[in-house]
């Protein structure tokens, strides 16, 4: 497909449904132009995004502004965002869609925050559950197709999908053994992760409702972004 997308994403350092969309696009290395807005701006998301929200991918005249629709979306048009083997596909679409719906505690308690390190006071219930559902899913996906990656060998969709809480478990000091461990490490070096992290870090914005998560989850040990602006 020739044509270049332009994918509408927010501030780097907080927005999870950005990175999903745009991890894929790097690592498959399709072209597309970035838009970024920021966060907090009244009424700019409505004048590319009919809901609203972030992400939003343009090809041309068609709009589409959900991110597993837009993975579906370049499914159809690019080779690798699902994996080949059909099992391996089924097992990373289901992984997916219950990661676009589910885990509300771990989104509203350890929102993504990429730059900042915290020492956690006490977990909820509902978030350590959360934490040991996705470490099943990312230990089931590893043990069945192989990894290093959760549906096999190349990074695809379902990878994406949870850069975000790669992020979030590194942030809030979430612990792990075995495979899943080493899973973590894989993402945390991967080039399109990377090449996030370092824009995020770049960021002197800060966003008062996302700094505010950050108190009440517990202590800051360690902030790497840059300084905010005065």
């Not at 596909?89 to 730059?115: I, K, P, T």
């Not at 008062?208 to 360690?222: M, P, Q, Y």
């Amino acid at each position: 497909m020739s044509a270049m997308y332009t994918l509408h994403i927010a501030n780097k350092n907080y927005s999870s449904w950005s990175l999903r969309p745009w991890a894929l696009l790097r690592a498959l290395d399709i072209s597309f132009a970035e838009r970024l807005h920021r966060l907090g701006v009244t009424g700019e998301f409505r004048s590319f995004s009919p809901s609203g929200r972030v992400p939003c991918l343009e090809d041309g005249k068609t709009v589409v502004w959900d991110s597993l629709a837009i993975v579906e979306y370049l499914a159809e048009h690019h080779a690798g965002v699902w994996p080949a083997d059909p099992q391996a596909r089924a097992w990373a679409r289901c992984a997916c869609a219950e990661m676009h719906s589910g885990f509300a505690a771990l989104r509203n308690q350890h929102g993504m925050n990429v730059g900042v390190r915290v020492a956690v006071s006490q977990r909820s219930a509902a978030v350590a559950a959360d934490i040991a559902r996705i470490v099943e899913l990312w230990q089931q996906g590893l043990s069945c197709f192989g990894g290093p990656f959760l549906a096999g060998k190349e990074f695809c969709a379902v990878d994406a999908f949870f850069a975000p809480v790669v992020f979030r478990f590194r942030s809030y000091g979430v612990t792990m053994n075995g495979a899943a461990a080493g899973y973590l490490e894989t993402m945390l070096a991967h080039p399109a992760l990377l090449e996030w992290e370092t824009a995020a870090l770049a960021e002197d914005f800060r966003e008062a409702e996302h700094e505010a998560e950050l108190a009440n989850a517990g202590r800051v040990s360690a902030d790497f972004r840059a300084a905010p602006r005065s």
